[in-house]
Nanobody, 123 residues
């Protein structure tokens, strides 16, 4: 089992930044690719970005490249999501995820989910 606990969400003004953290515990976390998804009200869960177990590779869709950056510190078993230039469209619950594979991008690739943290961007 891997337990994931997100933190760092909150209310931010448009144009601002936030850094989310995901603390992992349990099995050897460095074996898992980690990632972030989000879900806005009335919408499906959306993939944002993922990072390999070693931290050497990342993957994200073009829609968030340049604004969202993922990193991990395996010594602290923590994954981070740095979010810049936030807009109201980024308002959602953000979920940390782990999958036992090289990278993750689809919900069916996820073995463990965090409980989510709310991010609200005011205009």
């Amino acid at each position: 089992q891997v337990q994931l606990v997100e933190s760092g969400g909150g209310l931010v003004q448009a144009g601002g930044s936030l850094r989310l953290s995901c603390a992992a515990s349990g099995r050897t976390v460095s074996n898992y690719a980690m990632g972030w998804f989000r879900q806005a009200p009335g919408k499906e869960r959306e993939f944002i970005v993922s990072i390999s177990g070693s931290g050497g590779s990342t993957y994200s869709p073009d829609s968030v490249k340049g604004r969202f950056t993922i990193s991990r510190d395996n010594a602290k078993n923590t994954v981070y999501l740095q979010m810049n230039s936030l807009g109201p469209e980024d308002t959602a619950v953000y979920y940390c995820a782990a999958g036992l594979r090289s990278l993750i991008a689809l919900s069916r690739q996820i073995d463990y989910w965090g409980q989510g943290t709310q991010v609200t961007v005011s205009s």
